[in-house]
Structure formats: structure tokens, C-alpha cells
């Protein structure tokens, strides 16, 4: 026993009281996936005109925008993926309320535009209206406190340059001193265009505008005359590879159309977590008896760590958005017998140090040094199994097992913390302030 127990046992009192505090926070809730709340599943089929082909990239590309669309609904986890082999889409929306605005939403062809703003930076978000179509308003003028008011036309209105078929290419670069930019190249068409424009606007902001609603402001610094240019502005890779995405894809690149429309009910799910919650309340009693039973005092030290446990995991899940499926509530329940599981290798370890005769003090140390080895590469083996999970988990059929490798993976990243830190914790304040009491009371110990 030393400072850095307890200095070890207030950094987990912090977590604990942070992590209740995140759980009883209604700003904070448990995402539910399609089955268990329900919601709408669309299949979508490519529409376009017998001489047109369609490709595999343009399917990719096609989900790639309805993905980043729908996310502007707000959904819960929506699941967007290519059928293999075949000109369709499948589209899943967890929890949709509207299903009226998602389909109308997937439906449109998106219009990147590049309108003249003049002295004006727009923040990202902002809704514009345009002298494009300048009597269809976007969806982002609907009120949102009342969506079945009229549409109004208050938005301001700036005038088109260019539209997104004027961009051949984009790309996210660095420059020499690390500074992150978006590069882009126009059409021979476009090119001289561009170039009349920003001759007569320099020092005037173009902003780009994605169905009406601003994605970038840039200033124009200098003449742009070759059909290519960049755009700055501090952005982060994530930023700047979000911009070049819909410069490059700002419009779908075949039109679709809905093949059919599936209303998923939420009384399966509704049974499902019923029936989950109950069998992973009485695994769970199981294992801390057993633990109890069995280890007695050390045990009582292992369940309180997995009570920890259990309380880290769902806290992480509140604050990571992970999406809970019925593999992936499947993975934090097996999970939770990986976490008892290092428990049990650092007490038998510990019981046959004390039966060579060793003292508390020393078995306890030599317990979770030597019981090191063998958590940490049983866990490492289980990570990379979650990772190959992850990876293939993407392809067409298969994304039910992503939710199963989350859920697995973080339990046991932190199953690892709780085993070696907390129990280790409880176990050396507890037992070590009290090893003399307990010389003559083994079977406290468990021995």
C-alpha cells in the first residue's frame, strides 16, 4: 500500500461520480439501432437512361451523398450500403419520425453552387437562396417549430457563378509547413469563366452552397486563370476532406428511384431488450455470487470493480454514440465474462503465493505482476479478432457484426483498466492495511 493507491483510488472515484453524472444526464441517451426501435428500410434502384451506364463507382458515390444527406436528418446510426453486383442501394433509418422528409431527402439531386456573396462570409450552414431556381426554396427554409407552415422566401438571395458539373476534380493537400487546403480543378468550359470572375472580385468572398445551405465562404485572394485553385481557411483533415467530397460529388451521379419501402415495427426490439436486460441482469448476479462465493473478500473487491465496469461501458456508449443492436448489446455481455475473467487469473495466482507460504503483501504483488502477461495477451488477441470483425464487417450483409466488435472491443479495453487498475486498487487498501487481521482468516481469502 502506497500514495499511489490512493492516489489511483480519487482518480477512480472521479471517473465513477463522472460516470453517473453522464448516465442521469438527459443530454445524454443510448442510441437504439433499427432493430430494436424500429423505423424505415428503402431500396433504392438505379434510374438512368439506356444509353447511360451505370458503374460501380457511381453506385459507391450515389451512397456515399445519401449517406452525408441523411445525417443531416439527425438519425440514429443510418445504415446506407451498394448491393453487390447490382445497380441498388439499401438504405436503413433507425428511429425516422418523417418518413415523408427522409424519402423526399434521398430522392433529390443535389445542386452545388458557387454564388457571388460579395463582402459577405457566410457560416457554414447557412441558408441562401440563389438566382438558380431562385423560385424553388430549399428545404432548410422550412421552420423547423413548425413544419407545416408555408415555405417563405426570407432568405437572402446572391446570385450564381457556377454550378457543381463546372468541377472536374478536388483533393485534400498539405502544404510545406503542414497547412491543410482543398485543391480543385474546373472544366475547360468553366475555366474561362471562373478566371473573368475572380479578375473583377478579388478580395470578395464565393461561397459554395449544397442545396441551398452554405459549406464554405472562401475569399478570393488572387486571379484563378488556369482552371485550377485552392481553398484555405485552418481547416482540420477531416474539414478539408468533407469539402473535397462534395466539390466532387455535390450532385448524384445517376438518378434513383425507390424500389420499395419497409416499415420496421418496434415490438421485436421492444421484446428484445426486455428479454436482454433480463438475461444480462442474471448473468451478471451469477458472476458477482460466484466471484463472492467463491474469492470472498478479494471477490467482494472484483465486484465492485465490475460493478465499475459496467458503469464505464455505459458511459462510454452515451458518450461515444454507440448505436446498440441486439449483437451488439451480445458483444458487451460477453465482454462482461472477459472482465471476470482477468479477475480470476490475478486471484489464483495470488492463492498459490500464499500456499507457498508467502505473505499477503507479497502475493497480492506477485498475483497481478505475473497475471499481467497473460490478461494483456489474451486481450490484445481478442482486439485483433474485433478489428478483423471491423473490417469485413463493412461489406454488403455483413454490418450486423460491427455493432457486436464496438461493443466487445471497448468492454475489453476497459475490462483491462478495471482489472488492473480498480481491482488492484481495492484489493491493495483493503486487504493491505488489513493483512495482519487476516493472516489466521485464509479462508477469508478464499485459501
Do not use: H
Request: aromatic content about 8%; glycine content about 8%.
Amino acid at each position: 500500500m502506497s500514495r499511489n493507491d490512493f492516489a489511483w483510488l480519487f482518480f477512480i472515484v472521479l471517473i465513477i461520480v463522472g460516470g453517473i453524472w453522464v448516465v442521469l444526464n438527459p443530454n445524454y441517451t443510448i442510441r437504439q439501432g433499427l432493430d430494436l426501435q424500429g423505423g424505415l428500410q428503402v431500396l433504392l434502384e438505379a434510374d438512368a437512361p439506356p444509353e447511360q451506364e451505370v458503374t460501380a463507382e457511381d453506385m459507391t458515390t450515389a451512397s456515399s451523398i445519401i449517406g452525408q444527406r441523411i445525417n443531416a436528418l439527425g438519425l440514429t446510426e443510418p445504415l446506407v450500403e451498394v448491393a453487390p453486383g447490382d445497380k441498388r442501394i439499401v438504405v436503413e433509418l433507425p428511429g425516422i419520425e418523417n418518413p415523408e422528409d427522409a424519402i423526399a431527402l434521398i430522392q433529390e439531386t443535389a445542386l452545388l453552387e458557387f454564388v457571388d456573396t460579395g463582402t459577405q462570409s457566410l457560416p457554414p450552414d447557412f441558408c441562401v437562396r440563389t438566382t438558380l431556381n431562385e423560385n424553388q426554396p430549399s428545404r432548410c427554409e422550412l421552420d423547423p417549430d413548425n413544419p407545416d407552415a408555408p415555405i417563405t422566401f426570407s432568405a437572402p438571395m446572391f446570385e450564381t457563378i457556377l454550378t457543381g458539373t463546372a468541377v472536374r476534380s478536388a483533393a485534400v493537400e498539405t502544404t510545406e509547413f503542414g497547412e491543410i487546403y482543398v485543391s480543385f480543378a474546373l472544366t475547360p468550359d468553366a475555366t474561362g469563366i471562373f478566371a473573368d470572375y475572380t479578375r473583377s472580385n478579388v478580395g470578395r468572398y464565393l461561397t459554395i452552397v449544397l442545396d441551398k445551405r452554405v459549406i464554405s465562404s472562401p475569399r478570393i485572394n488572387s486571379v484563378i486563370d488556369g482552371g485550377q485553385g485552392s481553398i484555405t481557411g485552418g481547416f482540420t483533415y477531416d474539414e478539408a476532406r468533407n469539402l473535397a467530397l462534395q466539390l466532387r460529388y455535390g450532385s448524384l451521379p445517376v438518378p434513383l428511384k425507390i424500389e420499395s419501402i419497409r416499415q420496421v415495427g418496434a415490438t421485436l426490439g421492444e421484446m428484445s431488450i426486455a428479454a436482454s436486460i433480463r438475461a444480462g441482469s442474471i448473468g451478471l448476479m451469477i458472476v458477482l455470487l460466484f466471484m463472492l462465493i467463491y474469492y470472498r473478500l478479494p471477490g467482494l473487491m472484483a465486484d465492485m470493480a465490475l460493478l465499475v465496469y459496467a458503469l464505464l461501458n455505459v458511459t462510454a456508449f452515451m458518450l461515444l454514440g454507440v448505436t446498440l443492436t441486439l449483437p451488439a448489446i451480445t458483444g458487451f455481455l460477453l465482454s462482461t465474462g472477459m472482465a471476470v475473467d482477468a479477475n480470476i487469473l490475478v486471484f489464483e495466482r495470488m492463492k498459490e503465493e500464499l500456499r507457498k507460504g508467502a505473505t499477503l503483501r507479497e502475493a497480492i504483488l506477485t498475483g497481478f505482476d505475473k497475471a499481467w502477461s497473460s490478461i494483456r495477451d489474451s486481450n490484445i488477441a481478442t482486439l485483433v479478432i474485433c478489428g478483423i470483425l471491423l473490417i469485413f464487417g463493412r461489406s454488403f450483409g455483413a454490418n450486423v457484426v460491427v455493432g457486436f466488435a464496438i461493443t466487445l472491443a471497448l468492454g475489453v479495453m476497459i475490462s483491462m483498466f478495471t482489472a488492473v487498475i480498480v481491482t488492484r486498487t481495492f484489493v491493495r487498501i483493503v486487504l493491505g492495511r488489513a493483512s495482519d487481521a487476516l493472516r489466521k482468516k485464509k479462508w477469508l481469502l478464499g485459501v
